[in-house]
Nanobody, 130 residues
Framework: VQLQASGGGLVQAGGSLRLSCVAS????????IGWFRQAPGKEREGVAC?????????AYADSVKGRFTISVDDVTNTVHLQMSSLKPEDTAVYFC???????????????????????WGQGTLVTVSS
């Protein structure tokens, strides 16, 4: 599967942005899609993830709960990350990634770890000014 991320930009603190991740090359029915971010000098961290076909199967990092929402557009094979109440500490390059999971037997929070994801899109920069 190939992933194309977009939607980053410069926004003031308190503002909103919506990131999009378009997937192609395979049916996404058995995939988990995750959003990750990496700030300068920091490790890549999980932000949110969703199991395609089960929109209620999501997980969020504690730092973004209540502010970010991950959603799926099945028609366009796009996973969105709606980000609201943005803070300067949300500044980072954001990546989407995909992993094929035929049977999900672990909590979704496990998929906030970037390690197992084999397929990555290019990053999109989000800058939040104070």
């Amino acid at each position: 599967v190939q992933l194309q991320a977009s939607g980053g930009g410069l926004v003031q603190a308190g503002g909103s942005l919506r990131l999009s991740c378009v997937a192609s090359g395979d049916s996404l029915d058995t995939y988990h899609i995750g959003w990750f971010r990496q700030a300068p000098g920091k490790e890549r961290e999980g932000v949110a993830c969703v199991r395609i076909g089960s929109a209620d199967r999501t997980a969020y990092a504690d730092s973004v709960k209540g502010r970010f929402t991950i959603s799926v557009d099945d028609v366009t094979n796009t996973v969105h990350l709606q980000m609201s109440s943005l803070k300067p500490e949300d500044t980072a390059v954001y990546f989407c990634a995909a992993i094929k999971v035929r049977i999900n037997i672990v909590p979704m929070s496990v998929y906030l770890d970037p390690s197992p994801y084999p397929s990555w899109g290019q990053g999109t920069l989000v800058t939040v000014s104070s």
